[in-house]
C-alpha cells in the first residue's frame, strides 16, 4: 500500500468525520434550537426576546423547568413578578427538588414584597417576605449554604424586623463568600439594619 494511497484514505476519512460531526452538530431539535436562542437573549439581558423564545420552548415541551424557571427568572427582572411566580410554581410541581426554581422564585417573592411595602400594603409586603424566607429555607435545609441564598433570606428576615436572624445568615453570608463586591454589599446591608435597630420606633 503506497504511502499516498495511505495519506488518501486518512484525509477521506478525516473529511468524513469532521462531516459527521458537523451533521450532529447541526440537528439540534427545535426545541433546543429555541432553548439555545432563549438563553443567548437571556445572557445579554434581552428580558422580552427570552421569555419569548421561552415562550416557544415550552409551547413544545410545556414540561421544561430549565424554560420555566428562566423566563421566570426573565419575569422578575422585568417586575412582572405575579407571572416570575407562576413560572416557578410549575417547575417546582414538575421537580420539586429544583433549587434554582426555589432561589428564582424567592427573589420575586422578596421584590414583589418590597413592591407591596412602597405601595402601602404592609400586610401582603409580610406575607411575601415570609414566603422567600420559606423558598430560601427549604434550598439550605437541602444542605445546600449558597452566599446568595443567605443573603436574600437575611433581607426577607431584616424586612420582617427579625434582626437576630437577619443578622446571623448575613454574618454566615459573608463567610461563605469570597467575592469582595458581595462581602461589601453585605456589610452594607448590616450596617442599614444597625441604624435601623438604632432610629426610634414612630
Given at each position: 500500500?503506497?504511502?499516498?494511497?495511505?495519506?488518501?484514505?486518512?484525509?477521506?476519512?478525516?473529511?468524513?468525520?469532521?462531516?459527521?460531526?458537523?451533521?450532529?452538530?447541526?440537528?439540534?431539535?427545535?426545541?433546543?434550537?429555541?432553548?439555545?436562542?432563549?438563553?443567548?437573549?437571556?445572557?445579554?439581558?434581552?428580558?422580552?426576546?427570552?421569555?419569548?423564545?421561552?415562550?416557544?420552548?415550552?409551547?413544545?415541551?410545556?414540561?421544561?423547568?430549565?424554560?420555566?424557571?428562566?423566563?421566570g427568572s426573565s419575569y422578575?427582572?422585568?417586575?412582572?413578578?405575579?407571572?416570575?411566580?407562576?413560572?416557578?410554581?410549575?417547575?417546582?410541581?414538575?421537580?420539586?427538588?429544583?433549587?434554582?426554581?426555589?432561589?428564582?422564585?424567592?427573589?420575586?417573592?422578596?421584590?414583589?414584597?418590597?413592591?407591596?411595602?412602597?405601595?402601602?400594603?404592609?400586610?401582603?409586603?409580610?406575607?411575601?417576605?415570609?414566603?422567600?424566607?420559606?423558598?430560601?429555607?427549604?434550598?439550605?435545609?437541602?444542605?445546600?449554604?449558597?452566599?446568595?441564598?443567605?443573603?436574600?433570606?437575611?433581607?426577607?428576615?431584616?424586612?420582617?424586623?427579625?434582626?437576630?436572624?437577619?443578622?446571623?445568615?448575613?454574618?454566615?453570608?459573608?463567610?461563605?463568600?469570597?467575592?469582595?463586591?458581595?462581602?461589601?454589599?453585605?456589610?452594607?446591608?448590616?450596617?442599614?439594619?444597625?441604624?435601623?435597630?438604632?432610629?426610634?420606633?414612630?
Amino acid at each position: 500500500m503506497s504511502k499516498q494511497f495511505v495519506f488518501f484514505r486518512m484525509t477521506l476519512l478525516l473529511l468524513l468525520l469532521i462531516s459527521g460531526s458537523m451533521l450532529v452538530i447541526s440537528c439540534d431539535t427545535p426545541e433546543q434550537k429555541h432553548q439555545k436562542q432563549a438563553n443567548n437573549y437571556y445572557d445579554e439581558a434581552l428580558w422580552d426576546n427570552a421569555i419569548a423564545e421561552y415562550g416557544e420552548v415550552l409551547k413544545i415541551n410545556p414540561k421544561n423547568t430549565e424554560a420555566l424557571v428562566n423566563r421566570g427568572s426573565s419575569y422578575t427582572e422585568k417586575g412582572e413578578y405575579d407571572l416570575a411566580i407562576a413560572d416557578c410554581t410549575q417547575a417546582i410541581e414538575i421537580d420539586p427538588e429544583n433549587v434554582i426554581a426555589y432561589y428564582n422564585r424567592s427573589i420575586a417573592y422578596l421584590r414583589r414584597g418590597d413592591l407591596y411595602k412602597a405601595q402601602g400594603n404592609d400586610a401582603q409586603a409580610k406575607a411575601d417576605w415570609e414566603l422567600a424566607i420559606k423558598d430560601c429555607s427549604e434550598i439550605i435545609d437541602s444542605g445546600l449554604q449558597n452566599s446568595f441564598v443567605l443573603l436574600h433570606r437575611g433581607l426577607a428576615y431584616k424586612n420582617l424586623k427579625d434582626y437576630n436572624a437577619a443578622e446571623a445568615d448575613l454574618n454566615k453570608a459573608m463567610t461563605t463568600s469570597t467575592n469582595e463586591e458581595f462581602i461589601l454589599r453585605v456589610k452594607l446591608s448590616l450596617d442599614q439594619m444597625k441604624q435601623e435597630q438604632e432610629t426610634p420606633q414612630k
